[in-house]
């Protein structure tokens, strides 16, 4: 019953499986590729809020 099948058929299936995997594979990375980015930005908005808040507390006094 295998061996009705055309040789190509198992070509064809064998590459739709492989296409699938590097799919997966492709999100995978680029997932982690975003995540990375997004951590980065938040870790300089971090920043830049940190830098605001010690900016007020220095003028903060001064209008007391």
């Known amino acids: 019953m ?3 099948v ?8 064998s590459g739709i499986i492989f296409s699938g ?4 594979r ?4 680029e997932q982690e590729v975003e995540n ?7 870790q300089v908005y971090i920043e ?4 605001e808040k010690e900016g007020r507390k220095l ?3 001064e209008a007391m």
Do not use: D, H, L
């Open 2 to 4: 295998i061996f009705a």
């Open 6 to 13: 055309p040789w190509w058929v198992y070509v064809v299936i």
């Open 21 to 24: 995997y590097m799919v997966i």
């Open 26 to 29: 492709t999100a995978r990375n």
């Open 36 to 42: 990375s980015f997004i951590e980065n930005e938040g």
């Open 48 to 51: 830049r809020m940190n830098q």
């Open 59 to 61: 003028k903060k006094p």
